[in-house]
Structure formats: C-alpha cells, structure tokens
C-alpha cells in the first residue's frame, strides 16, 4: 500500500505573511501537483488537524514562522527539532496551540510524521498582500518545498 | 484544587489573569477589590477584529462572502451566510427554498462543530480539574475518542455541503456553486445517524458535571422564529419584546470604553447577553422534543440565570440542530436537489464586474452563529462596491453582560474561596461564553534547538 501523504497550507489570508502557507499551497497545486498527495487547505482551522492527521503516514505543514531568519528564508524541520518560545504559538481554534495538537497526536497514538514548512515573514498586520521580500521569494520557495514533498514520496 | 491554601483578605483581593486560556484570541480578566470595594472588574479585549470591515469597503459585493468566511476558523459558515444575506438584501436577490434549507443544514452543523468543541476540549477541563484535555487522554480515553468521533462527523458536514470543511466557497449570493454530491449526502446522513448514541451519551455525562452555582437574570437576545428555533432567520427578541432585524441599530447601541478595543453593547442602557443560554431561554418551545428531552435530563429549564450552563445549552442545541439535520437530509435525500433551485446562474462574469449597474443600497444579515447573533451590514454603490461595511459579533455583545457578572459574582466569592479559586471561578465564567475574541494570527514563534 502507498504511503499516505498531505500538505497542508495554514494561515490566515488576510493577515498578509501570514497567509504564506495558503499562498504556497495554491502554487504548489497551480504549478506542481503530484499524484497521490492531498493538498489541503486548513486556513485558520486549528483543532481538526488532530483528526485529520491520523488519517496520514507523513503530514507537511507549510506555514510562516518568526525564528530571527532571513524574511523569506524557507526552513524544513521535524517537530523534535524546535521548541516553542511561546505557549500561544498556535494555530488558532480557540488557543488549543500548534504544541498542544502536536502532543494531542502523539498522545493518541496517531504515528503520522510530522514535517513543517515554516517560512519566515516580516508583516503579519491586517490585509491580504504579502511583503515584497516573499512574493518574490514564492516561487523559488515553493520549488523547494516540492523538491522535499519528492522526498517524502520516495522515502520509507 | 487550591483548598490547602488560606482564604485570602476579602478586603483587598487582586486578579489579574493576563492571557486567558482555551479562547479564540487574547483578553485579560483585571479585578481589584480595595478596602471591601470592588474599584476594578474588566474583561479587556487586546485585540480587534474590526479591521475586516474597512478591508470589504471598495470591494464587489460579489467577493464579500470569500473575504468574510476567512474572518472566524471556527464561524466561518456562520460570517458567510449572515454576509450573503446582506448581499441578497443590498441586491434585492431572493434565494429558493431549497436554497435557504442547505443554509440552515450548513448553519446547524457548524454548531455541531464548535458546540461539541466547546464542551469537550474547552470546558471539560475545568469541570475535571485538570489544565488542558491533554491530560485527559490518559484519564477519559473512550470520551476523548467519542468527541473527537462527533468533530469528524461535522467536519466531514463541511467538507460535503460547502466544498470544503473550513473557510466555505460553495454558498455564495444566490445559491451554491454547485450541488453536494448525493454520495457524500447518504455518508454526512450515516454519519449522523451514527452520532445519536455519541449524543446520549454526552448528555449522561455532562449530567454528571457540577457547574457552578450563580445566578443573575439578564437582557437575553436571540432571533425567533414562529416557525421553528430560530438560526437562520427571524426577528430579534429580547425576553419577549420583537424588533425586526433592520432595526437592530435603534435595538442596542454600541459604545468603546478606554481599556478594551471591543465595544461594549447595550440595550436600554443594560447589558445583555447572546448566544446558546439566550436561544435556549427565548426559543425553547421551538426545540425538537429530543432536545427538550435532553434538557430535562440535564435539569435545564427555561428561563435559566446561571451563565456558566451556557455549556449545558450547548449540549441541547448539539441535540437539536442534529435531529433538524438528519430532517434535512432525509427529504433532501428523498426528494433530491434541483440543480435549477439551487445552483447560481446569474452571477455576473468577471469582466461585467463593476460595469453592470445597481440600486445604490443598504443590505442586513443577521444569523444565529455558535456564540449569538451575528450582523453583517453593507452599502454598495450603483456598481455593487461596498463603501461601508459593520460587521456585529457576539462576543463583544456578550463583553458587558459578563463584566455585569464579574460585579456580582465576586462580591459573592469574597471571604468563602482562596484568590486561586476565585481566579478560577473568573476564568470559568468568561470561557462558558465561549469568547471567539479574534481572527487570530497563529504565527509560529520558534527556536532551533
């Protein structure tokens, strides 16, 4: 059986960078869509990732991150491989945090692999355009988060 | 929790909860007590969402809806449809019959969503004493397993009816995009039928629950309906007394206070209180009789003054709006949908945007969302742009009643409780009413390790 596999845009659209996961979810399924992966869209839903994952072998998770990077910068990452800074770091849904769902997976016993596209942003005021520095960065970060979406196809 | 721990003076007593946990977004509860008088008692909203309104003006009314659904993760069907409704109003546009039932069934199964979501994962720890539902995966595994069984089936609602279970596209001014599969239909249906006994079985449990004790009758505002518990449509009410929805700007007056960036709402110069307890209160003689039933299982009655069982008429709207659900979807089921009563055909073509001219107009909706009412208010010009928007929600028009609360219920708390538990009676009381305080950023703050 193929391995079960979903990219996942999270964001809110209307918070400028904020939107990047969103926005790099359309591109990559206007430019890039491979066969045998579910893109979703999540926007601002926050709590039905929980279920949602159990349904998957390996989940990337394209969103915007503060980490002091370069604005635009693209980082791939596990989950083992951060901490974080703040409680209310999160998706939205009612505070219940990006950690908090991460440790409601784990506690249930839900054995997806959890990967995150975090791209670092500038502005994340109201309003729908993304600064400068990430739309002309969009393209060349969504190459290279296709390029790893190759990687977890071919990996075991 | 906190019981080893010594009462404290009541004549001097300070909260001051910065951040309050499981809400949407971030407000602070501020209360000072100086020499046995209460000088403080805030619940102060640092955030607004109020922006959205000023991003609609100069946008086609036609976009209004997939600007607006993006607004709430969690009342996304709810911002849609009140927003469509004062399109069609501003255009003069009557949607079908079959048309306005897909709404309701789309209104209903977002309460599903976020009411089981409330009760389970944000008020559940509370009432079991733990800090999160984390723990509880541990301690009540087949519970967690069931809620999360009755979030599954009302996203999967989502998915089916709307195009996609967050964030909606396919209910625009008019109708629906395109008509929900008739084999994702017979599945949402199974799926419902299936939730019944998960249904029962919440009511037992929460029965088991102890809600605080506290009463203060209040303004309660709902819409109502002759025809049915009023979600979709109807006048406004408030303990009796019928306005229509047009007017709901004589009904209550808004007004901002220096310490919070949500306006407090009024009417007759009192606070009032919206949402699931205030639905209950005025429309319980509409609810389906299983609904009712549940409610006297959970020893509910109508009128009810104990804002902390909003939770508990939760559940019952839970009840309701899926037994209306499965209704729906029998006859749906049944008679089918017509595509010519459902799908928009008259949608102007992108390029006839802003060419085609209108009636220079002023449009209202108004829908029952999981919190209270919710207003959207438009007026477009001859090219169908909006040049003024306000958008209403519940949560700021719950903001002074539960302040009204905090007044009352701390003089009580004084002398009887330790700072600890009245912090947490405080918390209690602000999150049964479910604040949804904004559209939260969720950037994730990081560090490498």
Redesign the interface.
Known sequence: MSKRIAVIG??????RD?GIGVNILESLLNNYKRSGIDYL????????L???LGNYDAALLI?????GLAVGEL?I?SLE??????E?????????N?K?IF??TC??GIKAKIY?A?IQ?QD?G???SLSVALKDNLEEITKQIDNFIGTLLVSK | MTKSLSKIDPQNVKVDVHYLTRVEGHGNIVVDVKEGKLAKCEFQVIESPRFFESMLVGRSIWEAQHLTSRICGICACGHSLASIKAGEDALGIKPSDEVAMLRKLLLYTEMLDSHILHIYILVAPDLLGVKSVVPLIKTHRPVIDMALRMKRMSDYAGEILAGRHIHPISYVIGGLTQLPSREGLEKLYSLMLESRKDGEETVKIVRTLKFPEFQRPTQYMSLTSDEEYAMYDGDLTVNGKRSKVSDYRQLFMESVVDYSRAKISRINGKSYAVGALSRFNNNFEKLHKKAKAAAKELGLKAPCHNPYLNTAAQLVEWVHCLEESIAILEKVLKDGLKEEKVVVSSWPKRSEIGKIKYKANTGIGCVEVPRGSLFHEYTIDDSAHITAANCVIPTNQNMGNLEDDMRKIVPELLGKKTQEEITLSLEMLARAYDPCISCATHLLDIKFV
């Open positions: 999270l964001g809110n659209s209307l918070r904020d869209n999540f926007g601002i839903a926050g709590f039905d929980v279920h949602r969103d915007g991150i503060d980490s980082k990452f491989q951060v901490s974080f800074v703040k209310e770091a999160a998706v939205s849904s009612h505070e219940l990006l908090d440790r409601l506690d249930l995150v975090g942003v994340v109201f309003g729908e």
